[in-house]
């Protein structure tokens, strides 16, 4: 089965930093793209960033392009992080990692879903 958990939420103040852990398993890792995504309180879901597990391409939204940055572990490629710098309280949400099958997937094609972990920004 294609299990996806998202961890590491939690509460920081503005301008902190946290960083957010997706683990996977259940698919053969490098044929898929891992996206992280975010939805707030009365708010459509959107999409941050995702990476190309086969090549490590990235792409990052506007909205936290500078501030976020999603990688891979190296050793454990089941492993997906989205360090988050600079937050802000408009951060606030419930961010999820999901997965779809390609290289450079689009948003809509993300079939795959984790449980989401809550990051709430203080101001």
């Known amino acids: 089965d294609v299990q996806l958990q998202a961890y590491g939420g939690g509460l920081v103040q503005a301008g902190g930093s946290l960083r957010l852990s997706c683990a996977a398993s259940?698919?053969?890792?490098?044929?898929?793209?891992i996206g992280w995504f975010r939805q707030a309180p009365g708010k459509e879901r959107e999409g941050l960033s995702h990476?190309?597990?086969?090549?490590?391409?990235?792409?990052y939204a506007d909205s936290v392009k500078g501030r976020f940055t999603i990688s891979s572990d190296n050793a454990n490629k089941n492993t997906v992080y989205l360090q988050m710098n600079s937050l802000k309280p408009e951060d606030t949400a419930v961010y999820y990692c999901?997965?779809?099958?390609?290289?450079?997937?689009?948003?809509?094609?993300?079939?795959?879903w984790g449980q989401g972990t809550q990051v709430t920004v203080s101001s």
């Open positions: 999901a997965a779809a099958y390609g290289l450079d997937p689009p948003w809509e094609l993300y079939d795959f």
């Open positions: 990476i190309s597990s086969s090549d490590g391409s990235t792409y």
């Open positions: 259940g698919f053969i890792f490098d044929d898929y793209a």
